[in-house]
């Protein structure tokens, strides 16, 4: 098994440019989700998903969409990239709502500027 | 939602217990202790969770106190490997409650060679 895998690992995007996160998974988890990490804090969820074609809205939401279309995919698109968007993003999924132990992908280290 | 209390830093030499403390006093009945860990430069990984029992696993340890307000994670022999960002999570289980992480800042643990 790959877990969950990100990619890219490093982005730089001008403002205004629009682009798309990939997040995978192969052990047929239900329940994925996107967070964001900025310098010095904890993760903040930005969105999540409870299976396939059913997503809902974290605490930071804005400027970013989602969509999940298979089970095993859960990509985040930034609609037009800001500088406050600069941060780390973390995919992260578990196999249903109540299960105990969620994976995380590596990361993808996303500059704006 | 119920908060997390956890000192910002903690210090220990190599192969010497760890205690990490956390503070919930607000943790409702049906609210499990989760502990993730963040390695530098990685994305968080589960520990270990708990409701009211001591529990343990090859990780670790958790120690909850018998009115659950508190909870120590206790790594029996730290090594190098084990500095990171060690985060305590309450999470409910039961169906509609809060099934969502929420990471505060946690607690930089530095191990000393």
């Known amino acids: 098994n790959a877990g969950v895998t990100q990619t890219p690992k490093f982005q730089v995007l001008k403002t205004g440019q629009s682009m798309t996160l990939q997040c995978a998974q192969d052990?047929?988890?239900?329940?994925m989700s996107w967070y964001r990490q900025d310098p010095g804090m904890g993760l903040r969820l930005i969105h999540y998903?409870?299976?396939?074609?059913?997503?809902d809205q974290g605490e930071v939401p804005n400027g970013y969409n989602v969509s999940r279309s298979t089970t095993e995919d859960f990509p985040l698109r930034l609609l037009s990239a800001a500088p406050s968007q600069t941060s780390v993003y973390f995919c992260?999924?578990?196999?249903?709502?109540?299960?105990?132990?969620?994976?995380f992908g590596p990361g993808t280290r996303l500059t704006v500027t | 939602d119920a908060k997390t209390t956890q000192p910002n830093s903690m210090e220990s030499n190599e192969e010497e217990p760890v205690h990490l403390p956390c503070n919930h006093s607000?943790?409702?009945?049906?609210?499990?202790i989760h502990w993730y860990r963040q390695l530098p430069s990685q994305g968080p990984e589960y520990v270990i969770h708990?409701?009211?029992s001591n529990v343990n696993n090859r990780m670790a340890s958790l120690a909850i106190a018998e009115d659950r307000k508190s909870s120590t994670l206790i790594l029996h022999r730290a090594t190098l490997r084990d500095a990171a960002v060690y985060y305590c999570?309450?999470?409910?289980?039961?169906?509609?409650?809060?099934?969502?992480?929420?990471f505060g800042k946690g607690t930089l643990l530095t191990v000393n060679p």
């Open positions: 999570i309450l999470r409910g289980h039961s169906g509609g409650s809060n099934y969502k992480l929420t």
């Open positions: 607000t943790i409702s009945g049906t609210d499990y």
């Open positions: 052990m047929n988890h239900e329940y």
């Open positions: 708990g409701l009211t």
């Open positions: 992260a999924s578990r196999s249903g709502l109540d299960t105990y132990e969620q994976y």
């Open positions: 998903s409870v299976g396939a074609g059913i997503t």
